[in-house]
């Protein structure tokens, strides 16, 4: 099975909503059934978000996103689809009842997966004809940012069905963790279960308001759970003689009367009350869509950190960008057009590379020149694997000109002229202009070829050489740039 | 009562330690007792992670660090401290006897606090003689970051003890989360509980291993709840109808046959293997001590976040850093030394400055000289307050000289001289030093003054143009730094 090409959600829901996307700004087109006539708005609120978000979090662009057509029935929504998503109600009758229709016109080899947070599959495919594609795909709330989906065959579900629902959504940037044991709301349901019964409890007896019991989460463990869970974070706190000395400490602690978990909380009107009017007392001075944007600013920053930090979370995300990238090609060297400068760069002003000015900050225009001198010594062959085996180019001197300002979430491209090249000297020039051709910047740089093992110059392989000469050549006809040569001052 | 100046920890496990690496870091005297020979190596490994944290976390700078004494004795580390923190194993009657040789020697105004996890204050304080000063302060692990720290009173505990520990808590850089109502394991370690125990039952049925099980966390909530707790996570899930409509879907669940939580696993010596094992499967390839970074860097990287977006925790770090930059003095202008270049920056080379040829990327010497810029224009009086009311100096041109190499963790500084200031105009001269004395680089820029709201070029005030003028009198008789003028290429 190559890469799906169509979705069909049915149920636009939060969950819904938040499948349908990830997969269309992963390129997926997606089919969508929905009786509620508030369906189309609250997705396209969802869609909104997510490609927000997306600007945020990713480097490389993502792929032409796919289209979004509403069907008027299950079966329409499913016809063509190479994945059929489930996010209705969570009665086992209702997704039954929607199987069936699924299994009237999907494809013959179409996944059924259930976003179920509790029911097992074994349950869900009792009725089905071809039981073996269900599978349950469950994700967490917000679905286009969270990595997470818990993936549970049951016991009818084909081992083809779970490998190919593992590649579908690890390809749209998410973590599967398949659940090898069924059981009935699967792990973080569980986990999660236990700690509401818990904060409930807390609540029902007036030992802590709801805002309380989020401070105690967000001030303290909160922050350990989202890039180690349990075991690692206690494994820690054993400090070096380890989990077994920790386990045996803490261990016994169970069996003290510490909590309540033996019994359940009512689930009196008055208890309703008291969770909701402290729940508006706590957050209610924000909107529902302004504590998305607050969450999603935030899980983007950590995903990032966790990326920068090779950790958890931003494994996946660096390999969901290392695909993007992949997908895209550089052009043959041969096939370059040399007529004019190269195009080294193409990115967009981020947020955090805002100063206290308001605009982009110096160092990343630097940053930018940095990755254009990059691109131009990828062009010539200075690849990671040339870097790796024979030698660099090292900066040894550099002039920038700031002609022009550029603000937060504006887009910009860089091209670079090549003034000399020849034995172990590069010097290059390049252009950093906004989309609508301003010029904002200029930077002129000498690079100087170095063995990585002796740390002194030398000369390049021949192949880069020739590149350089050749683009050297070809770059001499163009006009001399201005402001080259320039010291600072001469100006002024 | 005003800020302290000393405090006593009694035993320096992981939590004992923990609090005397922040106390220590925030200009505290710690007086020390712990029984064990290793104490204080242990203390001085923790004291070194908590400095290396913060010098990532903190923009400005710690007041000098306090000094560390270990003594003989409960009683004589209690002697002269303003607040004695007990941090001794979980049993009643050893920490009845700490209290007891503290009360002998300790101030009578000074604050008792435990670390306790789990044991009631009213219990605690029952044979002391004077127990309203005795105060359960429980923090969480790593200590020196995690804001958190649960403040309960006991029956007898003073209102004063209770105001006077939130403020000396909140003084270096904690959150006070002060529980109302007495309860065995207060709040966060009721809910760690309960996670805890459902999660042994799924490690002991085979459901999941305990690296299943992180992941569960990691990838998926634990993302959430480290800037939003379960409540107002859960408002979010109820979408715009908000917390009513969340609870009243999912408080039947609890109902549910969800759960092994009416009962408790058996600690059998199996279990205890079980989790041992997979936890060193899971982590083992990591020392305690690289998992403690990895923890630290994720942790100070996730609280720059929350600072930057003003959120949670971020914003108790903001108020600690506020109040750091308020106690930080800049040398009176007066009385800065003219006859030399100015010191402007000093700074360590950060892990994340690196690049793909393993020294600082080039973008990161712009950033020092961008920050040398900007501490030259805060001598010359254009800070904050300046740049929010009256303008700024944008750089309009930058030439750098790459002279040497430095590597990840080495130390750098910088100084600035004034080869020219006039009207609109800066023109700096800087220097980037090794701590070894070798000349890295030099930059050369010219700044503009620019009014903020035109965004034009604009005269500074009377006050900045007289320093500029000042300074660049006194530098005029300086050497003209080498280099100066010189455009790229010159010297190829």
């Known amino acids: ?4 090409k169509s979705a069909a959600v049915i149920g636009a829901g939060v969950i819904g909503s938040g499948w349908i996307a990830r997969l269309l700004l992963n390129g997926i087109d997606v089919y969508v059934y929905d009786p509620s006539e ?41 016809k063509s689809a190479d994945i059929i998503i489930e996010a209705v109600p969570e009665r086992l009758s209702v997704k039954q009842a929607v199987y069936k229709e699924v299994e009237h016109s999907a494809k013959s080899n179409a996944i059924i997966a259930s976003s179920t947070s509790g029911i097992l599959p074994t349950e869900l495919q009792a009725e089905m004809s071809s039981p073996d594609r269900l599978i349950v795909a469950h994700p967490f709330n917000p ?15 084909s081992t083809k069905a779970i490998e190919n629902a593992k590649r579908i959504v690890t390809e749209i940037g998410m ?21 509401w019964r818990e904060a409930l ?51 016994p602690c169970l069996e003290w009367p510490w909590t309540h978990l033996m019994d359940v909380p009512e689930f009196t009107e008055e208890l309703v009350d008291k969770v909701s009017n402290q729940s508006d007392e706590q957050s209610g001075q924000f909107s529902i869509h302004e504590l998305e944007k607050k969450r999603d600013d935030n899980l983007v920053d950590f995903l990032k950190v966790l990326k920068e930090n090779r950790w958890g979370a931003g494994n996946t995300l660096k390999e969901f960008e290392d695909r993007l990238n992949k997908t895209k ?22 947020k955090e590379w805002a100063d206290y000015n308001g605009h982009m900050t110096e160092s990343r225009y630097l940053e930018c020149f940095s990755e254009a001198s990059t691109e131009m010594m990828a062009i010539v062959g200075v690849d990671e694997e040339y870097i790796s085996s024979i030698g660099s180019y090292f900066t040894v001197e550099t002039h920038i000109r700031h002609l022009d300002e550029v603000l937060i979430g504006e887009r910009v491209y860089a091209t670079t002229q090549v003034i000399h090249g020849a034995g172990k000297k590069l010097h290059l020039f390049h252009y950093l202009y906004h989309n609508d051709g301003r010029l904002l910047a200029t930077a002129e740089h000498m690079l100087i070829h170095v063995n990585l093992e002796t740390r002194g110059a030398s000369i390049p392989s021949d192949l880069v050489i020739n590149r350089v000469e050749c683009v050297h050549e070809a770059h001499q006809k163009l006009k001399k740039p201005e402001g080259l040569a320039r010291a600072v001052g001469d100006k002024y």
């Not at 490609?51 to 490389?60: D, E, I, S």
């Open 175 to 195: 973590f599967p963790l398949h659940i090898k044991k069924e059981i009935p709301a699967f792990i973080a349901d569980r986990l999660l279960e236990s700690v």
């Open 1 to 4: 099975m190559t890469r799906i």
């Open 329 to 350: 090609k550089r052009t043959d060297f041969a096939k370059l057009d040399l007529t004019a400068p190269l195009l080294t760069l193409k990115t967009k002003v981020l």
């Open 38 to 78: 508030e369906a189309p708005q609250n997705v396209d609120k969802v869609i909104e978000n997510a490609g927000r978000a997306y600007k945020k979090l990713l480097t490389p662009d993502l792929p032409k996103r796919g289209s979004l057509v509403f069907k008027n029935s299950v079966a329409e929504a499913s």
């Open 201 to 251: 409890w807390l609540v029902n007896d007036d030992i802590a308001t709801t805002e309380e019991i989020d401070n105690a989460i967000r001030y303290g463990f909160g922050l350990r759970w989202a890039q180690m869970g349990l075991f690692e974070t206690y494994r820690l706190a054993g400090g070096e003689a380890g989990m077994r000395h920790f386990i045996s400490q803490f261990g």
């Open 143 to 157: 679905v286009y940012l969270l990595p997470l989906v818990e993936l549970v065959g049951g016991s009818k579900t």
